[in-house]
């Protein structure tokens, strides 16, 4: 089966330097996300379709319907810039209960490890009110630019999946709800 | 617009919708820097990349000092005063002479951050050709040209005389189109109003200042013709129901007539019948 993954976030979080940093592309070469990009990845018998949203507000209105239907989403933010960390609470965390729903299973990202400066206790405070609200999975802290924690962020969207694939086969495709799980 | 490592940056102010120009210096590469403009009652961070592309726009507004809470500024180490609001969340600005601190706080936790004060470039005036041109024509007649550049790509397109002038200039700036030549019409011309979510873009554009319209119209028109590509690529390998996933998620009914009849253009009409079967049948 194919999963929808969607990746949301502030334009020039890293969205897409992370999935291309995954895929083993040059970074360097990323520019700004027009609409929606979408990447094809099977990995260890997954098969996932990640949907790298635009962060800019122009986009917004006109690709968020997209969202309908995403199995996981990935909510990134910047870790050197704090409206960022505030935009996904304020904002984006809107559009996923209202378009996906609160069972949508959510993994927050903070990226640009290398040049953080949100202290710990902040974004543990944002991400406390995040988790009341959706299925909340975890947190990571990566860098794009120095592959740091890159690919364990794609093991546990991997892992996600598999549980996910795990109780659809057992439930069929009624209502999902997925127990909160430690990766 | 770039010299030497400084950008001019247009954007419109998300509080008072203004049209501001800043001239900044150019990030570095994969960067993305952030400065402050102070208005009347709230600060506008804005962030923009290396190519001067503005990323995000945050207002915030200015703090009345009060005592709740003291702390000194990340920047020049003045002392700073502020209170935490009734609000789960919030952001406040206190504007010092070049630059304005930011304090986050949530709950009664906070942290400062100090960003770099620019002024407004007030020089020149700003002026929208999207405007002028439904000035002379409409709203709904610019989003008809719209519709009607992006299906008929690389053709000739007969306008009204007094925006063909306009109309070439626009378009020549749009990159994302092959060239269009506009040329008058001395005839009336009729057109359909069926084309609403061209209507919702160019009422978003009226406001903008040109090198902004030119930007978002260049984006524009490359989302629809990627999310068109993707879709056409993807039903000529049989992928039908992601499609139809696709379209049956699109809530915006204008946005889902535009990509269809755009589709439409791509695809054998044997196909599309297909789609349309499917999409209803997936409705149900």
Wanted: net charge neutral.
């Amino acid at each position: 089966m194919l999963y929808k993954v969607a990746f949301i976030g502030d334009s020039g979080v890293g969205k897409t330097s992370l999935i291309k940093a995954f895929l083993g592309e040059d970074i360097k070469k990323v520019s700004t996300t027009i609409g929606v990009d979408f990447y094809h990845i099977r990995k260890q018998g997954c098969e996932i379709v990640v949907w790298d949203f635009a962060g800019q507000k122009w986009f917004r209105e006109i690709i968020i319907d997209f969202l309908k239907g995403a199995a996981l989403v990935v909510m990134v933010f910047d870790l050197s810039r704090p409206s960022t960390l505030i935009n996904l609470l304020k904002s984006w965390l809107h559009y996923v209960l209202s378009i996906s729903g609160d069972k949508t299973m959510v993994i927050v990202v903070g990226n640009k490890k290398d040049i953080k400066t949100i202290p710990d206790e902040f974004i543990e405070e944002i991400l406390y009110q995040i988790s009341q609200k959706v299925n909340f999975k975890m947190y990571l802290q990566t860098s794009a630019l120095l592959k740091e924690n890159v690919s364990n962020l794609f093991q546990a969207i991997f892992e996600v999946v598999k549980l996910l694939h795990v109780i659809m086969n057992e439930k069929g495709k009624e209502e999902i709800n997925v127990p909160s799980r430690n990766f | 617009m770039c010299h030497l490592g400084i950008f001019d940056v247009q954007f419109m102010c998300p509080i008072c919708l203004k049209n501001v120009r800043i001239r900044v210096k150019a990030a570095d590469t994969g960067e993305i820097r952030r400065v402050a403009i102070r208005h009347l009652d709230h600060v506008i961070i804005v962030s923009y990349d290396d190519r001067g592309l503005v990323r995000s726009l945050d207002a915030i507004r200015i703090s009345h000092q009060s005592c709740d809470m003291v702390d000194r500024c990340p920047q020049c180490g003045k002392e700073i005063c502020f209170s935490f609001p009734n609000e789960n969340i919030c952001e406040q600005a206190i504007v010092h002479s070049d630059h304005v601190v930011i304090i986050y706080s949530i709950r009664r936790r906070y942290f400062l951050e100090a960003i770099e004060l620019v002024n407004e470039d007030k020089e020149e005036g700003y002026e929208n050709i999207v405007s002028r041109i439904c000035e002379r024509t409409s709203i709904d007649y610019m989003a008809y040209i719209l519709y009607k550049a992006l299906i008929e790509e690389d053709k000739i397109i007969f306008v009204p005389k007094d925006i063909v002038d306009m109309l070439n200039d626009l378009f020549s700036k749009i990159t994302e189109l092959k060239r269009i030549v506009f040329l008058p019409s001395d005839t009336d011309i009729e057109y359909p109003t069926t084309t609403a979510f061209f209507k919702e873009v160019v009422k978003k554009l009226l406001k903008l200042p040109n090198q902004d319209v030119i930007t978002r119209l260049n984006q524009t028109v490359l989302m629809l013709k990627k999310l068109v590509k993707m879709l056409a690529k993807s039903l000529r390998e049989g992928k039908i129901n992601m499609v139809c996933e696709v379209f049956v998620s699109i809530n915006n009914r204008d946005l889902k007539e535009t990509l269809l009849l755009l589709l439409r253009e791509k695809i054998s009409n044997q196909l599309y019948d297909v789609l349309n079967e499917s999409c209803r049948g997936l409705e149900k």
